[in-house]
Nanobody
Framework: QVQLVESGGGLVNTGDSLRLSCAAS????????MAWFRQAPGKEREFVAA??????????AYSDDVKGRFTISRDNAKSTAYLIMNSLQVDDTAVYYC???????????????????????WGQGTQVTVSS
């Protein structure tokens, strides 16, 4: 069982930046593939970014909506994943969720990393609100 705790959300203005953190309660964090999803009111949960676990190599993936503005990273020594969000827009307003699982191999990760059903472990979410 892995517990995930997100932090770093808040109320910001258009164009501002935020860094979200996701702390994991596992000593084998480096074995887990990590991802961020978000859910706005009245909308389905959508993929934001994913990062491959270090044991399988290096790899990141982003949705088209955030590519070039958001960066996902991980610090295995701290068992923490991050999402750095720059140039925030009103449409980025949502609850942001961290997710973790072991997708098995790089091929499966490339195919399934953006599917929320690929992840067993989820955090409680952190609210990000971008005001115009």
């Amino acid at each position: 069982q892995v517990q995930l705790v997100e932090s770093g959300g808040g109320l910001v203005n258009t164009g501002d930046s935020l860094r979200l953190s996701c702390a994991a309660s596992t000593s084998t964090f480096n074995r887990y593939d990590m991802a961020w999803f978000r859910q706005a009111p009245g909308k389905e949960r959508e993929f934001v970014a994913a990062i491959l676990n270090d044991r399988l190599g290096t790899g990141t993936a982003y949705s088209d909506d955030v590519k070039g503005r958001f960066t996902i990273s991980r610090d295995n020594a701290k068992s923490t994943a991050y999402l750095i969000m720059n140039s925030l827009q009103v449409d980025d307003t949502a609850v942001y969720y961290c997710a973790a699982d072991r997708l098995g191999n790089p091929g499966r990760w490339r195919q399934y990393n953006s599917n929320p059903r690929s992840y067993e472990y989820w955090g409680q979410g952190t609210q990000v609100t971008v005001s115009s």
